[in-house]
């Protein structure tokens, strides 16, 4: 099976049938709200994809390819409230084997088509897309290149991608975090360098927006509250401690958060 090492347990869809069960619900019948405090591995959770949605005007004729789904809370969100069809790529086995089981379980297996695969070398034709949307998954990609002529490839002219996404100095990042245990997995560049990635690829920025001061502010008051026994903690080993390390990250200046909108010109190529 393929897998990154940050992410794969091997106790994915069990322990969150387990928490389930804890609440008295039926893994076998979700529905699709049941999940919403664990299933998108990203900060601010559904709050970043409810503005990223609105950022991208997304809407019910899109295609839209979620790059890095996880276990796919953020494609339920977008089938279930946008209307759109969603495929959802990850290069972890398991989570998209969790992603297949609640697409299923809540009843949305014929919106949202779930494909194991790597985000640089995407299994798509060119112009399959209307929007590319990409939330806190870059910082596990080296070849950032590859990562956004792929975005750039598979969009139809004029398409989106929407970014949210964490830049910084890497130097100074403590371990463990949520997208790394060490530095092996983590590839943090700072905002001008991932800026000119994108770029670089072809993209048209529209919006490019630091959004760190007030994520840590909203993280830091949800977590004083008394934890969900549907957090994202039910699947994410060490949760507490990669996310104290993240916001010591974000109030020491060394790692930002970023919110963007590009699109892929008329005239880009499609090769």
């Not at 020491?252 to 963007?260: C, E, H, K």
Request: hydrophobic content about 40%; aromatic content about 6%.
């Amino acid at each position: 099976m393929t897998q990154l090492s940050a992410y794969a347990t091997g106790m994915t869809r069990t322990n969150i049938e387990e928490a389930l069960r804890s609440v008295g619900k039926d893994p076998s019948a979700i529905e699709p709200g049941d999940l919403a405090a664990l299933e998108e591995f990203h900060t601010l959770g559904r709050l970043a994809t409810a503005q990223l949605a609105h950022l991208a005007d997304i809407g019910p004729n899109d295609r839209v390819l979620d790059a890095g789904t996880g276990i796919g809370g953020s494609a339920r969100f977008l089938a279930v409230e946008h209307g759109c069809s969603v495929t959802g790529v990850d290069l972890t086995d398991e989570y998209c084997d969790t992603a297949r089981w609640i697409n299923e379980s809540a009843g949305l297996s014929d919106r949202i088509a779930i494909v194991q695969g790597d985000i640089t070398d995407l299994p798509f034709d060119a112009g399959s897309f209307d929007v590319v949307v990409s939330q806190h998954v870059q910082m596990n990609v080296v070849d950032k290149g590859s990562l956004y002529d792929e975005a750039c490839r598979v969009l139809a002219p004029g398409g989106r991608l929407a970014m949210w996404d964490i830049t910084g100095n890497a130097d100074h990042i403590g371990y463990p975090v949520p997208w790394a245990t060490d530095p092996a997995d983590s590839h943090v560049v700072s905002g001008d360098q991932l800026r000119a990635a994108v770029a670089g690829a072809g993209f048209r920025i529209e919006q490019w927006n630091d959004l760190t001061r007030p994520t840590a502010e909203m993280m830091t008051a949800f977590l004083s509250r008394p934890a969900s026994e549907l957090g994202l903690h039910v699947f994410v080993p060490d949760f507490p401690a990669k996310v104290a390390n993240m916001l010591r990250g974000f109030a020491a200046g060394y790692l930002q958060v970023i919110q963007a909108l590009a699109v892929r010109p008329p005239d880009t190529g499609s090769s």
